[in-house]
């Protein structure tokens, strides 16, 4: 069975910074792709950042140069990922979901964790 939890959130002042974290383990499960997502209620989830295993990367337009997506990294069955954000702004206010997809591009989301930012 295949798990992704992430870490990390929490309340800030604007300007400041946060680091999410982001494992998926399960046996033999190995990602080729992991993302992060951001969700306002009411509003659809978008796309935060994501990075391959090659280390390719994309980030919205609303978060380039603030936020940097770390690579990939692996131990055993465990995949773990970071996304590190600067300059926080109220707009980044938002439960963000790590997203996981493995190699036959089977798709696993975390549960979500909560960043507030306030001004």
């Known amino acids: 069975q295949v798990q992704v939890v992430e870490s990390g959130g929490g309340s800030v002042q604007a300007g400041g910074s946060l680091r999410l974290s982001c494992v998926a383990s399960g046996t033999f499960f190995s990602t080729n792709t992991m993302a992060w997502y951001r969700q306002v209620t009411g509003k659809q989830r978008e796309l935060v950042a994501s990075?391959?295993?090659?280390?390719?990367?994309?980030?919205?337009d609303s978060v380039q140069g603030r936020f940097t997506i770390s690579p990939i990294s692996r131990d055993n069955a465990k995949n773990t990922m970071y996304l590190q954000m600067n300059s926080l702004q109220p707009e980044d206010t938002a439960v963000y979901y790590c997203?996981?997809?493995?190699?036959?591009?089977?798709?696993?989301w975390g549960q979500g964790t909560q960043v507030t930012v306030s001004s």
């Open positions: 997203k996981a997809v493995h190699w036959s591009y089977s798709t696993y």
């Open positions: 990075i391959t295993t090659g280390g390719t990367t994309n980030y919205a």
